[in-house]
Every structure is written in C-alpha cells, then in structure tokens.
C-alpha cells in the first residue's frame, strides 16, 4: 500500500497547486489585455475611419483628388495605428483617391447600411469601410450627418486597411516574456520549497529512525544531531524516553528474574500438587466404586431381613392378636415400609449422582397409573383430613414410557404436598397438549395448601438432604431426597419441572414431560347419559367433575349445598345420572341413603351413585349403613365413571330389583294419608288434630318417644312428624329406633318443632330425619311437604290448600284474636280452648324458669323455654312467641348478657296476656 511522505505532500499540496494558480493567473491576465487591446485598436479604427469620411465629403463634393490625396497621406503618417492603406471610393465606385497605390487590389462593395462596418478581419489585419455623405452648409454638420445620412444616398466609401501583423508580433514578445518570468518564478519557489521540506523532512526521518531502533531494544541510542530549535523539544523528548525505558527495561528484568524464580518453585508444587490428586482421584474412584458396592451389598443386607419382617408381620396381622399387640404388629408394619422407601430413595439417588439411572421404555396405561396413584394418595390425604382432587384431561390409555418412574415422581411430589399440609387441600392436576398425532407434552401441577416455602429457600430446594429448614425435618421428617430425586427423574426425562409457594400459603409444583402414545387419545360421548346432576359441599372437586363431564359432551349441574341440589330436583325430571358426595363420618352415612331414596322418588328413571372418602376403609357395619346404593370412593375419575356406566347397562339390561323407596304405600284406603303426630305437648296435638280435621287425613298422635316406637311396630304411616326435644327419648332417638324397625323403616320423618338453626337443620337430616317443618304449622307449607314426601304413583290426589293470613306483622303484646282464628283455622271455640290451655299452664311454666334460672342450669332452662315456645306458636300471643324465642335463641348461643332482663318482661307479658284472657272465659 503506498504511503505518501512529506515531500510527496509538500509537492502535491503546496508546489503543484502554486505552479497551476500562477499559469491560470498568468493565462488570464494574459487573455484580459489581448482582448482588451483588440477592443481599443477597433475603436481607434471605427473613430478614424468616421474622421477621414467626414474629412473628404468635401473634395469628394469638389472632385479635389489632389487634396483628398493628400490628406489620406498625412493621416497614413501620423496615425498611432498601423494603417497598410486608405482608399476612397467614388459613387460610381472607382477609385477617387489612395494613401498607398501600391496596394489598390481591394474589391469595392457598396454597402447598403449606414456607419462604419468591418468587412475583413484576420491576424494579419483588418478592413472597415464607411459612406460618404454630402452634406448643406447652412445647417450644422452634426444635425446634417445625424438626419440627412439615412435619408440621402452615400456619395462615395472610404475604406481603411490597418495592419495588426506588428501588433500581433509585440503582444507575442508579450506574453512570452510573461510566462517566462513566471516559469522562473515558479521554478525557483519550487526550489525553496523542496529545501525547506528537505530541512523538515531530514530532522523527521532521522527522529523516526531513532524510534525505530529503540523500539527494536538498542536503549542507549541517543539523538546528537542538530536541529532547528523547534524540533529540540521532540529530540529531548525521545532522548529522556529512551534512557527512561532503559531503565524500566532493567528493573523489568530484575522482576522477571525473580518471578521466574518464583514460577519454577511454584511448578514444582504444582507437580507435587498434581501428583497428590491424581492419587487422591483414584482414591476418590475406588471410594465410589467401594461406595456403590456397599450400597448394593447393603441395600440386599437389609432388604433380606426386612423382608421377612414385613412378611411375617403381615401374617401376624391375620391373627387375633390382643388390642396392644395388634398395634405393635401395625407399627412395625409401618416402620419397615418406610425403611424400605428410605433405602429406596438412597439407592435412586446414588444411581442419578453418578448418571448411571435408565429409563424402562415400555407401553403402559397412563390414565390407569394415574388412578392408581391418586387412589392411593387420596386415601393418606383423607385419612388426615385433607381434601383431594383430581382434575384431569382424559388420559391416553396406551403410552409409552417409564410407568414406574412417571408414578414415583407423581407419588414424591404427592407425598410431600400432603405430609407439609396441616389443613385445607390438596389439587393434582393433568393437561394434555398435543404435539402430533403421536407426541405430546404432559402438564402436571400438585397444589396444596400447606407450609409453603420462602423465596430464599427455593433455589436450594432441589438439592439433595435438603428441605425447607432443618426445623422442617425435625418437625416432619424425611430424609430430603424425595425432590432432588424427582428433579434427577424429570432432568432425565428431557422435562421442566418449576415451582411457584408463597410461605404460609402453599405451593404448586408444575411439571412437563414429553410423552409418546401409540393410539390416538379418542374417547365416544356415552350412550344414555346425557345430564348428570352432581351434590358435593366440597367446592374445589366441582371443576374436576366439569373437567370430566364437559369433554364427554354431558351437561353436568354441580350442587355444593342440599337446597340447591333439592332445587334442581324440583326443576328438571331428566337427569340420567345422579352422584351425590359426602364425608365418611356416621352422620353423613346414615343421611346418604336418605337422600339416595328421596332422589330416586323423585327421578325414578335415573341411576343414583354414593361417592366418599375411604369407602374401602369403613367397617362392614359401617358401609351396611348405605344399604344397596352403589357407591363409588372419592375422587371421582373417568375410570369410575366407565365402571359405574357398564353397571348401568348392566342394570338396564338385566332389568335388577328396584332400588328401595323412601315411601312405604299404606295397606288401608289407598286415597287416606296416614300420618303420625309425635309430641309431649298436648296442645300442639290438639290443635294440629283440628287443622287436619276437615283433611282427608287419618292422624295419629303420640305425647312420647316411647309411644311412638309402640305404635309403628303395628301401623304402617305414610309421614311422620316428629318433634325434637322430648322428655325419656328425644326426637333423634325416637328417629333411629323407628329406622330400625320393619314397618316404617322408610317412613318420610319430618323434625317438627318451633325453631331450629340451619346447622341444627343439617344435623336433623344427618341423624335420619327427612325434612323440617317449623312451628306453628303454615298450611301451605304442610301441604307441600305431603306432596313432596307421600304422593307418588300410587296416590292419586293430593290434599286441598288453603290460603291463610301470615303473620308479616311487627309483634303486639297482648292478645291478637284474629292471629289467633288464623292458628286455630277460623274456629272459635278451638281458638278459646287453646288461649285458655297456654294461660293454665303459666304457672307450671314460671316455677320450672325459676328453678333453672337460680340453679344456673342453663339446659333445663332451654327445656323449658322450648317448650313453652312450642305452646306460643298455637295462639294469638305474638309479642309472647317473640320473646320466647329469643330467649331460646340466645340460650342456644349461649348468650346469657340480658337474659335476666328478657325473663322478667316475659312474665310480665303473661301477666297482661293473663289479665286479657278473662275476656274470652
């Protein structure tokens, strides 16, 4: 690559353009003063030429050639310009008088235009020819040439030859003496130049030569020439670097010389160093082997003798041990399980540690294990009063994998999310996204509502031995290998596995894996079931029913509460399938086949389903409470649900005894509803004996528990209407001993009695009885619940309504007559008798208040109260109802603040109620 140097910029940047701007200057000046000059010689012509016209009008007039001729001469001789000749023409165009005759060859042309006109023109001269004009003397001449000359006809030319040959001669020794002054002046300033540069080009050169060789190591070179002083700076300058890196350069070679010394003694360690950890290597490599060879000796060393303790200790589980020893037996069960899952786990992770774990490829129902692990789960989750979902995707049935790993990873993170949740649930969670027909990506997600982990502690979470805190291993156990086990499994999976926990509120661990099936995930809309009504109280299981239901294309109306359930019922007949879900605990299981039969009455075309936790844990006793409903163990699944739907069709097909009813068809006039009256309140009997006098109603009342239980030993009732809160035997006691019996073990049982709170109402239900009417008896209510209970197929009619007035009004004190003909259905004198009864029974009332209220028994003051509220509730006392059951309210509360206070105003109000009964004796 060419490299410009000083002298090639000094002559192309200074002496080249100096040279051309001075031949430009000069060429232009030249050419400005050669034009000019022309311009001057034509002007002195044109003025000359228009002076001789002027001049020889007159002899030209007088035909005086002698004169003219002479005065041609004299301007010849005298003119500043070089005239060759002046020749005048006559009009005729001959020749009238000459300068030079000598030179007369010009050829004459008359010219048709005024003024001087140049007719030649050349370098060696120049021809310009002008008329002649005659002009009158009495005028002036100027007037005379300016307006006759275009008027008259020209009387003769005049014809002036100038030769520029001389001219021309001159301007060239001109211009050549020009140039060549500048030439030499060019000349020597490019000489000048080139000295200067050489004087700046010399120092340079010689400045970079130095640099040069102390660059290339000779530091002891120095700079000694001379220089113009501004260059002294730069030669002092390079002379101090010099002797500068002269000196670094020998401290630099003394600290090499001691870091090289340092380098050797350092290698040598290094060697040594080297030498150690290759032993401490194959130390390390025969410690893993040894370490591998234990614990494979060591995980058959203790499987050998774990195996028979477990196999022994499940044979003793066979026998009828004693109570303590049985629960040793349990436990031994228990710790070796959990032994062998910690040799388990340590062997795994060993295998992951040092990379030797392989994956089983193999086809495997996937759907299936997933059932079969969130089978198992669910049952540890129940057991500690959790609750247990399952939300998921219909599985592919053939996928190909490693089943046995896929389920210890759902079962590690399963097992973990249950054993650090103390309340609340616990959600598994399985979507399937489709890659291809065949390849698909696996989304799990485990939530719970446990512990949860701190942001701090997350990222660590995924090592081995290592949980949450060690205060989390004190309080929970485990060894802390179930995760980095997990995370190894799905690494080795080519799978994600993340993790989103707040602490305190629980966390959600997600999952995806790349899984491959060999059949396309296709599944039919089941035949015959195409509304499914569903009652579960849990609300985290309602969208893995939707989850199950929806994809199948059946609609599914999921109930978390009994009256919306009991509403649905009422609204639609066309349910195909009906699931109802509840708890495992006596209550549920006593009020589970209630309300299977009360379904069943009600869609009689519809398959009923019990579903709950721990079905296969119950006792026999316990499950015989369910009778011959089908039931189904918590969570509900498409395998469970393909079973219950074979039984359908089975069912279907081989048309079975139909299940039990809730109504037992009385044996007597099939038109008459038979109903039996419990309570201890002879008042109340009476009074409902005549609200149902004039109803096609055969009533049979009973004032005890006791009686009752006699009485449906030997009469079959179409309802049963049961008061709660009875001396001997109460309500619920006389609920479960009719249960038992024969007769009316199916007999609808109605809680009658004056208030009851919407948790008492559900323990009612729990407890066997079948529905609630409150007092006092509304009519309209009553005769709804004969027809929601007694009416079937076999009864052809129903009781009559009757419209009623409401009690919507603020209470009165006193005595309301005609709240109390509404009670007594407008009969009067069963109205007075029933004023008349409830005043009678003031006294006993106050005695048995004060007793409880000073002994401070506040259950037999409820008793009380309870009773006496009973007896309000037949007669126009309303501000006397009110105030009894508040006080019922509160005792049931347990709210004693102002109770004094309501006791008093309520015998004062029996006082007045007292006092205004005389009336109507």
Same mark, same amino acid.
Request: aromatic content about 8%.
């Given at each position: ?134 002009? #009158? ?93 501004? +260059? ?54 025969? /410690? ?179 949980? /949450? ?5 004190? *309080? ?46 296709? +599944? #039919? ?20 029913? #939707? ?49 299977? /039969? ?40 498409? *395998? ?98 009719? *249960? ?50 007694? +009416?079937?197929?076999?009864?052809? /009619? ?101 109770? #004094? ?21």
């Amino acid at each position: 690559m060419f490299k410009p140097s000083i002298l090639f910029n000094a002559i192309v940047y200074a002496i080249i353009p100096s040279i051309l701007m001075t031949v430009g200057i000069s060429a232009f000046i030249v050419h400005v003063t050669a034009k000019e000059r022309n311009e001057l010689i034509h002007e002195q012509a044109k003025t000359l030429v228009e002076s001789i016209a002027y001049a020889s009008e007159f002899n030209l007039v007088s035909l005086n050639k002698v004169g003219l001729q002479n005065k041609l001469r004299d301007i010849h001789t005298t003119s500043s310009l070089s005239i060759k000749n002046i020749i005048v023409y006559d009009e005729a165009g001959e020749i009238f008088a000459a300068s030079n005759y000598q030179d007369t060859q010009y050829k004459f042309e008359e010219q048709q235009t005024a003024g001087v006109k140049i007719i030649n023109r050349d370098d060696k001269g120049m021809a310009l020819i002008a008329p002649i004009y005659a002009f #009158d003397n009495s005028f002036s001449q100027t007037s005379q040439w300016s307006s006759s000359q275009t008027l008259q006809k020209p009387i003769g030319q005049i014809l002036l030859i100038v030769n520029l040959s001389t001219d021309s001669y001159q301007r060239f020794l001109t211009n050549f003496t020009l140039f060549l002054l500048i030439g030499l002046s060019a000349l020597v300033s490019a000489i000048l130049m080139l000295a200067l540069v050489n004087r700046i080009v010399r120092p340079v050169q010689t400045f970079v030569d130095a640099v040069k060789r102390i660059g290339s190591g000779d530091l002891k070179y120095r700079l000694n020439m001379l220089v113009q002083y501004e +260059f002294n700076d730069l030669k002092d300058g390079i002379n101090v670097m010099a002797e500068q890196l002269q000196h670094h350069q020998a401290k630099l070679e003394s600290e090499i010389e001691v870091a090289t010394h340092d380098l050797q003694q350092n290698l040598l360690l290094v060697e040594e160093k080297n030498a150690e950890l290759d032993i401490a290597r194959k130390e390390a490599l025969e /410690a893993s082997k040894i370490k591998s060879q234990f614990l494979a000796t060591m995980s058959h060393e203790v499987r050998t003798p774990l195996n028979a303790i477990v196999g022994f200790t499940k044979e003793l589980n066979k026998a009828n041990l004693p109570t303590p020893y049985q629960d040793y037996v349990t436990t031994i069960n228990a710790s070796a399980d959990n032994l062998i899952a910690i040799v388990n786990d340590i062997l795994d992770f060993s295998k992951i540690e040092a990379g030797k774990i392989e994956l089983d490829y193999s086809a495997f129902n996937l759907n299936q294990m997933v059932e079969d692990v969130s089978k198992l789960m669910s049952r540890e989750a129940f057991s500690k009063g959790l609750e247990f979902s399952l939300e998921s995707d219909i599985l592919p049935i053939s996928a190909i994998g490693d089943q046995h790993r896929f389920k210890q990873i759902l079962t590690n993170l399963l097992s973990n999310a249950i054993k650090f949740t103390l309340h609340g649930h616990i959600i598994l969670r399985l979507s399937l996204s489709s890659i291809s027909q065949t390849q698909h990506q696996l989304i799990i997600d485990v939530e719970d509502t446990g512990i949860g982990i701190s942001k701090e502690k997350q990222s660590k979470l995924f090592s081995a031995f290592n949980q /949450a805190d060690a205060s989390t291993t004190r *309080r929970y156990g485990g060894t802390g290998l179930g995760l980095a086990i997990t995370h190894g499994l799905v690494q080795k999976m080519n799978g994600i596995i993340s993790l989103k926990s707040e602490l305190g509120k629980g966390s959600i661990f997600s999952l995806k894996l790349p899984i491959t099936t060999s059949k396309s995930n296709q +599944f #039919d809309k089941p035949k015959d079931i195409d509304k499914v009504l569903i009652l579960d109280s849990k609300i985290i299981t309602h969208k893995s029913y #939707d989850r199950l239901f929806h994809p199948l294309g059946v609609l599914a109306d999921i109930c978390g509460t009994t009256e919306e359930w009991e509403s649905k019922l009422y609204q639609s007949d066309d349910y195909d399938l009906m699931i109802i879900a509840s708890e495992s605990d006596e209550e549920s299981l006593e009020l589970l086949p209630l309300q299977a /039969a009360f379904a069943r009455k009600q869609q009689e075309n519809c398959y009923v389903v019990l579903c709950l936790p721990l079905y296969s844990c119950l006792s026999r006793e316990q499950q015989s409470l369910l009778g011959d409903w089908p039931v189904i163990e918590k969570p509900f699944t498409y *395998r469970k649900f393909e079973l219950l739907y074979n039984q359908k069709c089975q069912l279907a097909q081989t048309k079975p005894k139909a299940l039990p009813n809730i109504i037992t068809t009385p044996t007597t006039d099939s038109s008459q509803i038979h109903i039996l009256a419990v309570d201890d309140n002879e008042t109340n009997l009476k009074l409902l004996t005549a609200i149902l006098q004039d109803q096609n109603v055969s009533l049979t009342c009973c004032t005890s528990g006791i009686e009752a239980c006699h009485s449906v030993e030997e009469n079959v009732f179409d309802l049963i209407l049961m008061d709660v809160q009875m001396p001997e035997m109460d309500g619920i006691q006389t609920t479960v001993k009719i *249960r038992q019996g024969h007769l009316n073990k199916k007999t609808p049982i109605v809680a009658f009695t004056a208030h009851a709170f919407k948790e008492e109402r559900e323990k009612l239900l729990k407890n066997g009885m079948d529905d609630y009417l409150a007092k006092p008896i509304d009519i309209k209510k009553f005769n709804r619940l004969v027809n929601k209970w007694v +009416f079937s197929s076999s009864k052809s /009619a129903s009781i009559h309504e009757e419209n009623l007035p409401t009690d919507n009004s603020k209470p009165r004190h006193g005595i309301d007559w005609q709240l109390a003909l509404a009670r007594a259905s407008n009969q009067h004198e069963i109205a007075v008798e029933m004023l008349i009864m409830l005043v009678d029974t003031f006294d006993e009332v106050i005695t048995e208040i004060n007793q409880a209220h000073q002994a401070n028994d506040h259950s037999a003051l409820l008793a009380a109260i309870h009773k006496f509220h009973g007896s309000t509730c037949y007669s126009g006392v309303p501000y006397l109802k009110y105030l009894a059951n508040n006080i019922e309210l509160q005792l049931k509360k347990s709210i004693y603040i102002n109770l #004094d206070e309501l006791i008093n105003e309520l015998f004062n109000e029996m006082a007045l109620v007292t006092k205004l009964s005389q009336n109507y004796r």
